[in-house]
């Protein structure tokens, strides 16, 4: 049903409309490994997945610009105009292309009428697998196509962070919105957050398959405690910058924060430093097991990563614990992780093929009688980043 051609349709009765809108589509991600390092200046490994968000569109000849989705139809169209694209709370899920408008303008590309845009996306909501992203490269590659833009992909994935951070006032770092725009199919891309260095990894599994879970527990980043996490490694790196030329904690080996840590003043900075650390190193660990051939290897670091990030960045809770414990529990099962910011969203396992039937019917039982409802699984297909279809 949810195809382009159903979706054209769709467009047309809802925008009153005889013209054919095109079509642009940009994935949700996971990240395999390398969890709040983004932002601080580490390294990340992510993939875009088969999900994502539709964005139809057709240019208009006036300065309008009306937005409708399929996920938020009691929303009714959102209408504003070219002239006042200001963050408006009550516009609610349309500040994101709101935001890709404004700030694509803001950079000096020329958007002088309006258009009209559908969207439709079909990543569990609010389970952490990026959809804001998703929603900003979608709306980034149908600007670049309606409007004929001269700009790159990796423009428009700095456009997609500074509509995070700016527009919508989340502080987060490039990742989601990286791997969205630059995803590429059976890959995982390892990315130098502060360079943007990157390089693909083949990530194709044979015996195994990548499991999404999703706790069913909503989360919204702008009101969690990202910020704050954000807040705490950042004063975690002005204490150690008082005696280290560094610029940020990604840069630290393991070997330089246990022989430097006791410069940071507060206990807790102290955690969430080590966490940041650690989890860099075990990133750039895991492309090592991955050209290997070593997936077990692999398998361990996430679970190495889920530990840390339950203990030292203290962002899981009972939910993701919960699912993760009951996956390490399950034959078959070669590592499993939180994925995401945390509080909620989703967990990863990597599950041999033959088992992941039983695998979801045990963790569900296990998490249904922890927490009271069920979770949610879906097998992820590593695809293609944003584009025209």
């Given at each position: 049903?949810?195809?382009?051609?159903?979706?054209?349709n769709?467009?047309r009765s809802?925008f009153?409309?005889?013209k054919?809108?095109?079509?642009f589509?940009a994935?949700?991600?996971?990240n395999?490994i390398?969890?709040?390092?983004?932002y601080?200046g580490?390294?990340?490994f992510p993939?875009s997945?088969s999900?994502?968000?539709y964005a139809?569109?057709?240019?208009?000849?006036?300065?309008?610009i009306r937005?409708?989705s399929?996920n938020f139809?009691d929303?009714g169209?959102?209408?504003c105009s070219?002239?006042d694209?200001?963050f408006?709370?009550?516009d609610g899920w349309?500040?994101?292309?709101?935001?890709?408008?404004?700030l694509?303008k803001?950079?000096?590309?020329q958007?002088v009428h309006?258009?009209?845009?559908l969207y439709?996306g079909?990543i569990?909501?609010?389970?952490g697998?990026s959809?804001s992203a998703s929603?900003?490269?979608a709306?980034?590659v149908l600007?670049?196509?309606?409007?004929d833009?001269?700009?790159?992909t990796?423009s428009?994935v700095?456009?997609g962070?500074?509509?995070e951070?700016?527009?919508?006032?989340?502080g987060?770092g490039i990742?989601?919105q990286?791997a969205i725009?630059?995803?590429k199919?059976d890959?995982?891309?390892?990315?130098?957050?502060?360079?943007?260095?990157y390089?693909?990894?083949p990530f194709?599994?044979?015996?195994?398959?990548v499991?999404i879970i999703n706790t069913?527990?909503?989360?919204?980043?702008?009101?969690?405690k990202y910020?704050?996490?954000?807040?705490?490694?950042?004063?975690a790196?002005?204490d150690?910058?008082?005696?280290?030329s560094i610029?940020s904690?990604?840069?630290?080996?393991?070997?330089g924060?246990?022989?430097h840590?006791?410069?940071?003043?507060?206990?807790i900075n102290q955690k969430?430093?080590?966490?940041?650390?650690?989890?860099?190193?075990?990133t750039l660990?895991a492309?090592?097991?991955l050209?290997e051939?070593d997936l077990a290897?692999?398998g361990?670091?996430m679970?190495e990563?889920?530990?840390s990030?339950r203990?030292?960045?203290?962002?899981t809770?009972?939910?993701?614990?919960a699912?993760?414990q009951?996956a390490?529990?399950?034959?078959?099962?070669?590592?499993a992780?939180m994925?995401?910011?945390g509080f909620?969203?989703?967990?990863?396992?990597?599950v041999?093929?033959?088992?992941t039937d039983?695998?979801k019917?045990r963790?569900?039982?296990?998490?249904?009688?922890?927490?009271?409802?069920?979770a949610a699984?879906?097998t992820?297909?590593i695809?293609?980043g944003?584009?025209e279809?």
């Amino acid at each position: 049903m949810n195809t382009a051609a159903a979706l054209s349709n769709d467009f047309r009765s809802i925008f009153k409309t005889e013209k054919t809108p095109r079509t642009f589509f940009a994935p949700g991600r996971i990240n395999l490994i390398g969890e709040h390092t983004d932002y601080n200046g580490g390294h990340v490994f992510p993939a875009s997945i088969s999900f994502g968000t539709y964005a139809l569109g057709v240019k208009r000849d006036d300065q309008m610009i009306r937005f409708y989705s399929k996920n938020f139809p009691d929303k009714g169209i959102i209408e504003c105009s070219l002239s006042d694209l200001a963050f408006d709370q009550s516009d609610g899920w349309a500040n994101y292309p709101k935001g890709m408008f404004l700030l694509t303008k803001a950079a000096g590309h020329q958007i002088v009428h309006g258009a009209d845009i559908l969207y439709y996306g079909n990543i569990p909501h609010g389970a952490g697998l990026s959809s804001s992203a998703s929603i900003e490269l979608a709306t980034g590659v149908l600007l670049k196509g309606l409007y004929d833009l001269q700009t790159d992909t990796i423009s428009m994935v700095k456009l997609g962070q500074k509509v995070e951070n700016e527009y919508i006032g989340v502080g987060s770092g490039i990742m989601d919105q990286f791997a969205i725009g630059m995803g590429k199919k059976d890959h995982a891309i390892l990315l130098d957050c502060r360079t943007l260095d990157y390089t693909y990894a083949p990530f194709v599994l044979k015996e195994h398959d990548v499991i999404i879970i999703n706790t069913n527990k909503q989360r919204t980043l702008a009101g969690s405690k990202y910020n704050e996490r954000r807040t705490q490694c950042e004063e975690a790196l002005g204490d150690l910058q008082q005696e280290l030329s560094i610029a940020s904690l990604g840069e630290l080996t393991m070997e330089g924060f246990e022989a430097h840590q006791h410069l940071i003043r507060n206990e807790i900075n102290q955690k969430r430093a080590k966490h940041a650390v650690y989890e860099n190193a075990r990133t750039l660990k895991a492309l090592e097991k991955l050209r290997e051939g070593d997936l077990a290897g692999f398998g361990k670091l996430m679970n190495e990563s889920h530990l840390s990030l339950r203990d030292d960045y203290e962002v899981t809770g009972l939910e993701l614990d919960a699912i993760v414990q009951a996956a390490w529990e399950q034959d078959g099962v070669l590592g499993a992780r939180m994925t995401g910011a945390g509080f909620g969203g989703c967990a990863i396992a990597i599950v041999e093929k033959d088992r992941t039937d039983s695998f979801k019917e045990r963790v569900n039982a296990v998490y249904r009688e922890t927490v009271g409802y069920d979770a949610a699984f879906y097998t992820a297909a590593i695809g293609d980043g944003a584009k025209e279809i």
